[in-house]
């Protein structure tokens, strides 16, 4: 996690790359987007390894 919200508009210049790990970052909708478009051949990972423990404690009294 190192709090990333936006990548340089030239990241597209990156053709060769084929796998890219944004994962526990702040990325908005909007921007993981423009990454995929300007990335079309990379395989991206946003995912928020953080995000368990974050739902733990929200639902931690509720009893499923």
């Given at each position: 996690?190192?709090?990333?919200?936006?990548?340089?508009?030239?990241?597209?210049?990156?053709?060769?790359?084929?796998?890219?790990?944004?994962?526990?970052?702040?990325?908005?909708?909007?921007?993981?987007?423009?990454?995929?478009?300007?990335?079309p051949n990379c395989e991206i990972d946003y995912y928020d390894y953080d995000i368990?423990?974050?739902?733990?404690?929200?639902?931690?009294?509720?009893?499923?």
């Amino acid at each position: 996690n190192n709090k990333i919200e936006t990548l340089p508009d030239n990241i597209g210049k990156l053709t060769n790359l084929r796998t890219l790990q944004l994962s526990g970052n702040f990325i908005s909708e909007i921007e993981k987007n423009r990454i995929a478009s300007a990335l079309p051949n990379c395989e991206i990972d946003y995912y928020d390894y953080d995000i368990e423990e974050k739902l733990a404690e929200e639902f931690k009294d509720f009893n499923f």
